[in-house]
């Protein structure tokens, strides 16, 4: 990949070392604490640079506005997240992603900071944009392990394995949301045996788009 400058780039394209790579950490870890604690109406450029101990000429450079901010904090939050997991079944493989899902919205600081940043995403073309970005990372990660048992012959051909892995997060993102249920393994377990069980009767086949 090129180097390119920090200042002339859109936030979050460059993947910088030393102390540029240390601004951006210490910024993106208070970005994220504010927005767990407070929500988006209260992230605030120069009040992220003073608890950051960055220079406000600094975090105004490199990320130029708040949604410029939270779109970079989902990139990282991309970069960083785990990477899949196969165990050599698809009812293994769901469960797993589920699991993972679940203990990242279960978490005090990421389930506030995940709400935060869908509540902004209603509103703010940029934060949307960015969340999509993220979500399309994950499910692009898993989607092989639906492939892969598709070609086990687990699942019907065509499957449509994005749209399986999408089906196994909805429903604990509609607890994290809406019900203000449990969100435990459980729950985990629950939604990836529903997404299987409708994978293997075929709901999730492509069908032909009529011209």
């Known amino acids: 990949m090129e180097s ?25 870890r ?76 279960a978490d005090p600081r990421q389930g506030p900071l995940f709400k935060a940043v869908i509540a902004a995403a209603t509103c703010e073309a940029k934060t949307a944009e960015a969340l999509h970005h993220f979500y399309d990372t994950r499910v692009q990660e898993w989607a092989p392990c639906v492939q892969q048992a598709v070609d086990r012959g687990e699942l019907p ?10 089906a196994v997060s909805a429903p604990l993102y509609y607890r994290l949301l809406t019900t203000g249920d449990p969100l435990d393994v459980a729950a985990a377990d629950q939604a990836a045996e529903a997404a299987a069980a409708a994978a293997r009767a075929g709901a999730y086949v492509r069908t032909a788009q009529p011209e």
């Open 30 to 105: 208070v970005a994220g604490d504010i927005l767990a604690e407070q929500g988006f109406a209260h992230l605030d450029l120069a009040d992220v640079a003073r608890r950051a101990e960055v220079g406000r000429t600094t975090v105004y450079r490199r990320w130029g506005t708040v949604t410029g901010l939270v779109a970079d904090l989902l990139l990282d939050m991309a970069e960083q997240s785990l990477p899949r997991t196969e165990t050599g079944s698809l009812l293994g493989d769901l469960k797993a992603n589920a699991r993972l899902v679940q203990s990242t919205l």
């Open 157 to 166: 051909v065509g499957t449509d394995a994005q749209e399986v892995v999408r």
């Open 4 to 28: 390119v400058s920090p200042a002339s780039a859109d936030p979050g394209t460059v993947r910088p070392g030393g102390r540029t790579a240390r601004v951006r950490a210490a910024v993106l």
